[in-house]
């Protein structure tokens, strides 16, 4: 799991953008309401990318 390709997607989830290195990342988005959702999303991924349910 790559951290920038991860919090990239995530962070398009409340309007906004984000990158890094493979082991450092950041992000910001324009819709802070979303951000529940995106949070529960990358819990989801999370949780997917390293096997457990």
Not at 7 to 32: E, T, V, Y
Not at 37 to 52: F, V
Request: charged share 15%.
């Amino acid at each position: 799991l790559q951290a920038g390709k991860f919090i990239g997607g995530i962070a398009k989830l409340c309007g906004g953008g984000g990158g890094g290195r493979p082991n450092l990342a950041q992000a910001g988005g324009r819709d802070g309401a979303a951000l529940p959702g995106a949070l529960e999303a990358a819990q989801a991924e999370l949780a997917a990318a390293l096997g457990a349910n």
